[in-house]
C-alpha cells in the first residue's frame, strides 16, 4: 500500500510540474523586444565610452581615438541599417503571406538572395577594412596591458562566449554572414 502511495505521490507531482511549466512557457505569438534606433544608438555610445575608459589612453593615444571611434560609429549604423532591411523584408513576407492564404508564399529567390548576401558582405568588408586602417595607429601605441584589457573588453561585449572579432562587435545573435573577420 505504501509503495502505490509513493508512485501515485510521484505521478502527480511530475504531473503537475510539468502543467506548471507550461503555463509559464510564453506563447510563440509572443513578440521579442527588439531595440529601437535610438536603444541602438546608446548602447553603442555606452560601449564605446566603455571601451575607450577600459584602455585608458595617454595624451599622444588620445589623439588617435577620434578616427576609431567614427568607424566604430559608421559599423554601428550599416549594422542597424541591415538590421532594419531584414525587418522591412520579413514585415512584407509576413504581409505577402496573409495576402495568400492558400498559397505558401514563395521564398525569394536564391540567386537574389546570394546577391544581397555578397553586396552586404562587401559592404561590410569595406567598412571593417577601414577600421583596421583606422585602429592601427592606436593599437601600436597600446602598451602590453592595454593590448590585454583590450582583448577583455571586446570580449565582455559578447553574449554567447565566443572570441571578440574587432572594435564594434558588441551585439550578438546577428546572422553569421556578418562574422567575417577575427581580432587575435
Given at each position: ?15 503537475g510540474?510539468g ?11 509572443f513578440?521579442r ?13 555606452a ?6 575608459a ?22 554601428a549604423k ?5 538590421r ?7 514585415e512584407?513576407?509576413r504581409g505577402?503571406?496573409?495576402e ?18 555578397a553586396?552586404?558582405?562587401?559592404t ?18 597600446l602598451?602590453?596591458g ?8 571586446l570580449?565582455m ?8 572579432e ?5 551585439r550578438?545573435?546577428?546572422?553569421s ?8
Amino acid at each position: 500500500m505504501m509503495k502505490k502511495l509513493v508512485a501515485g505521490t510521484i505521478a502527480l507531482t511530475i504531473a503537475g510540474a510539468g502543467l506548471a511549466l507550461a503555463q509559464q512557457m510564453p506563447s510563440r505569438d509572443f513578440a521579442r523586444w527588439r531595440p529601437s534606433a535610438e536603444d541602438s544608438a546608446a548602447f553603442t555610445d555606452a560601449r564605446i565610452a566603455a571601451l575607450k575608459a577600459g584602455l585608458r589612453l595617454n595624451a599622444d593615444q588620445d589623439k588617435l581615438w577620434p578616427a576609431v571611434e567614427s568607424a566604430i560609429r559608421d559599423l554601428a549604423k550599416l549594422r542597424e541599417e541591415r538590421r532594419k532591411q531584414m525587418a522591412d523584408r520579413m514585415e512584407a513576407r509576413r504581409g505577402d503571406r496573409s495576402e495568400r492564404a492558400d498559397d505558401r508564399g514563395q521564398r525569394p529567390d536564391m540567386i537574389a538572395r546570394l546577391r544581397r548576401g555578397a553586396d552586404a558582405l562587401s559592404t561590410r568588408g569595406a567598412a571593417m577594412k577601414k577600421l583596421a586602417d583606422a585602429a592601427e595607429p592606436l593599437y601600436q601605441s597600446l602598451d602590453d596591458g592595454q593590448k590585454h584589457r583590450l582583448t577583455m573588453l571586446l570580449r565582455m561585449g559578447r553574449h554567447d562566449g565566443r572570441r571578440g572579432e574587432g572594435f564594434g562587435q558588441w551585439r550578438r545573435g546577428e546572422r553569421s554572414e556578418e562574422h567575417t573577420s577575427e581580432l587575435q
